[in-house]
């Protein structure tokens, strides 16, 4: 869902009385995006940067992932209360190809979080992909929209 959502592109505009332009979709993520990951990410935090990085979205900041993508579900409770699991589904490309389980999804931009930076108040990943970000939005900047003249309808002689 968050991909698909990020993907978003404008489909049209419409402009109200008031002179607000507003687009279809009304709701959408339309610049420049990257994604930050660390190796603590772990199933949805291996999916999600693999769906970004195979759907183009942006650059992927950090360290590679966890690599823990597996799927488990539907174990019985054991008469403790507890529970055992173990793998139960495993990911493949559309190439049919394995990927991502025990290996994890790297960076395109590799960098650790700087431990003396935070405690000065710098984040050096989100600053990096926000400077990705903002460098791409520089190169791509978004259109300018300007809605058409308004039709005179008093000079169409089929309007009465």
């Given at each position: 869902y968050i991909?698909?959502?990020m993907q978003r592109k404008i489909w049209n505009y419409w402009l109200t009385r008031?002179?607000?332009?507003?687009?279809?979709?009304?709701?959408?993520?339309?610049?420049?995006?990257?994604?930050?990951?660390?190796?603590f990410s772990g199933s949805g935090g291996d999916a999600l940067p693999w769906y970004f990085r195979h759907t183009q979205l942006g650059p992927l900041v950090g360290t590679r992932t966890w690599g823990g993508l597996v799927g488990i579900y539907d174990y019985p409770v054991l008469l403790d209360g507890g529970f055992v699991?173990?793998?139960r589904v495993a990911f493949f490309t559309t190439e049919a190809t394995w990927?991502?389980?025990n290996h994890g999804v790297a960076p395109d931009y590799e960098m650790d979080l700087d431990p003396?930076?935070?405690?000065?108040?710098?984040?050096?990943?989100?600053?990096?992909?926000?400077?990705?970000?903002?460098?791409?939005?520089?190169?791509?900047?978004?259109?300018?929209?300007?809605?058409p003249d308004f039709p005179n309808y008093s000079k169409d002689s089929t309007v009465r």
């Open positions: 991909i698909e959502y008031e002179g607000h332009d507003f687009t279809t979709p009304a709701d959408g993520i339309y610049g420049p995006k990257a994604m930050i990951t660390n190796e699991t173990a793998p990927d991502v389980e003396h930076a935070w405690r000065e108040g710098h984040d050096t990943q989100l600053e990096k992909a926000v400077g990705l970000a903002l460098e791409e939005l520089k190169k791509n900047p978004p259109p300018v929209i300007k809605h």
